[in-house]
Each structure stands twice: as C-alpha cells, then as structure tokens.
C-alpha cells in the first residue's frame, strides 16, 4: 500500500443534530448526498482495495462518490456509543458534567448497543491498518468520524484515545501515507464542497 484514502460519510440528521450515532443506520440527508458525491474527483484513479462501513450512510456516500465496487467490513462499523446511543453531548452533560468521550467513555446500552471502550475500537482499526497494508496500491476507506479519528491515530503509533486531536467533518477526505517509510498524516479534514 502506499496511500490510504479516508472517506468519513456525509451529513445525516443525527450528524446534523449532533447526535452520537454508532449502529443506528441512519440516511444521508440530501446534503448529504451532494457532499457524497463532491467526493468523486478523489476516486477517480483506480485502488487496489476499497472497504466500507456496512452503514447505509457509508455505503450511499461509497455509491454516490463512485466507488461501486468494495467490499464491506464490519471492522469499519463506528464506535459503539452503548447507553449513548442518539443522545447529544450537552445532555449526557446533564447527568454527567463535563463528560468527554475520549476521557471518560460511555456506558452500557441494550443488546444491540452494549457500547466499546476506545481500546476496543483500537483493535478493529488495527485489523483493518493491517490489512490495507498488505493491499497493492492505492486504499480506500468510508467509514465515520469517531472511528477513523482512532485508526489515525493508531497509523501514527499513538494510543487510541489520541484520536481526540482529529478534528472530522462530515464529507470530507483524509489522506493517510508515508515520509522515509514512517507513517504520517498527508492530508486531513479536507472538503471538497
């Protein structure tokens, strides 16, 4: 591999809002939508390996930027935000004053948001940093915001919890590569609209 490509989805509601959204499968809004398909001129070269998040906002954003051929991976699935599942920063607050994901964590949620620490969202994107490393040329990855912050900053060498330092937009692109075969960050943040 020598470039990886990260693609984090467009604007949902719930993004919009900014509601925590794990596993929920939410649509792109129609902004959505349009910042999906900005992203086209990026995918224009071919890729050796294209994965994506089995979210439909994830695999609508792949479509609509012109990636129809990939594979889903379910280590690409975001952060499970357990017991915060669809709630707000500013409400969790309510019951639990100065809260912080990257500090603090989150809580149980049901069976189908039981939730992850940070640690544990580290081992999916270690699996998936290992295997794009074995791809030939160029990667490409769409997922979400939380979970590429932490494969960032588990590309750099840096504990899991460093991914607070990441900044990520809705539809934007990063670009993840190497300076003398050391790993670092060639682009971030980026929008494209």
């Not at 596993?23 to 999906?36: F, I, M, N, S, V």
């Not at 699996?127 to 030939?136: H, N, P, Y």
């Not at 490409?140 to 504990?159: E, K, P, S, T, Y």
């Amino acid at each position: 591999m020598n470039e990886m490509l990260l693609l984090r989805h467009g604007e949902t509601e719930w993004s919009k809002a900014g509601r925590h959204t794990g596993r929920t499968d939410l649509p792109l809004t129609e902004h959505g939508e349009e910042q999906a398909r900005a992203l086209a001129p990026l995918v224009k070269e071919p890729f050796g390996l294209v994965l994506v998040s089995p979210a439909q906002r994830a695999r609508r954003t792949a479509e609509l930027a012109g990636l129809s051929e990939y594979e889903v991976d379910d280590d690409l699935w975001e952060w499970d935000y357990g017991g915060y599942e669809g709630i707000t920063t500013p409400k969790i607050r309510e019951s639990r004053p100065g809260w912080y994901l990257w500090r603090d964590g989150v809580i149980p949620g049901d069976a189908e948001h039981p939730g992850e620490s940070a640690s544990e969202v580290a081992v999916r994107a270690d699996r998936v940093i290992q295997r794009a490393r074995r791809a030939e040329g160029r990667v490409a990855l769409v997922a979400h915001g939380h979970f590429l912050r932490v494969l960032a900053a588990r590309w750099l060498g840096l504990a899991p919890e460093e991914g607070r330092l990441l900044k990520l937009d809705t539809g934007t692109y990063s670009r993840l590569g190497f300076e003398h075969e050391a790993p670092v960050l060639t682009t971030w943040n980026a929008p494209v609209c």
